[in-house]
């Protein structure tokens, strides 16, 4: 015969594993598309602003993917006028940008990446970072 301790304590277990399980698929995020975020980029070659530089997005990445175009997810150019651009509709998540441009007082083409990664916090806002590139 259970005991009434016996009967609370598992359906307890039950409750505690639900909550855990609640938890851990809410604050799962995958980077991608179909979201409500906005990561807006500047691309910077030392402080100089990279204006018409291309930036490839890789989603759900935290490491550098490699300099091939085909390796990321999608890419976007800025204006020949302008260092900044804006990859929309976004899902919270980890995301790769690799930014490829030319600085025309070296008169050198310029590369470089970084990881960013967009919280579950604010997946309905408009991030910022800067794409820092070197030689």
Request: proline share 5%.
């Amino acid at each position: 015969m259970k005991t009434l301790s016996h009967t609370l304590m598992k359906k307890f277990l039950l409750l505690f594993v639900a909550f855990l399980l609640v938890v851990d698929f809410s604050s799962c995020c995958k980077g991608g598309t179909g979201g409500n975020a906005s990561l807006a980029c500047s691309v910077f070659h030392h402080a100089k602003p990279i204006n018409g530089a291309t930036v490839y997005i890789k989603y759900n990445a935290t490491e550098f993917p490699g300099t091939d175009p085909s390796a990321y997810s999608a890419s976007l150019t800025s204006p020949n006028n302008s260092n900044q651009l804006t990859f929309k509709n976004l899902h919270c998540g980890d995301y790769f940008l690799y930014g490829v441009g030319f600085d025309s007082s070296l008169m050198l083409p310029v590369t470089g990446g970084i990881h960013f990664q967009i919280p579950y916090s604010d997946r309905d806002k408009i991030e910022t970072t800067n794409v820092p590139i070197t030689e």
